[in-house]
């Protein structure tokens, strides 16, 4: 019973190292995708849309791949003459 609760405690101390910088890539990626809908989006029904590549990009975010669906949601914001937000 010890040895359970040992390896238990050992998971939960060294377990959110990972998810912690995921987790901080993940809601950048989420505020960059939000950025994107909002001021880059078109208007169709009287709702932002984000273009295809942008939903793409927020797809792959949405997936844990953050690597891919950064730079891709930056450089519309960039080329739309946007300052990133803080990281």
Known sequence: MKRHLFLLAALAVFSPLP????GGDAAYC??????V???????????????????????????????AGIPILEKKLKSGGFTLPPR
């Open 19 to 22: 998810s912690m910088a995921q």
């Open 30 to 35: 989420a505020k960059l995708g939000e950025l």
């Open 37 to 67: 809908t909002k001021y880059i989006g078109k208007q169709i029904n009287g709702q932002n849309r984000p273009d295809s590549e942008s939903l793409v990009a927020m797809d792959r975010c949405d997936h844990g791949d953050t690597a």
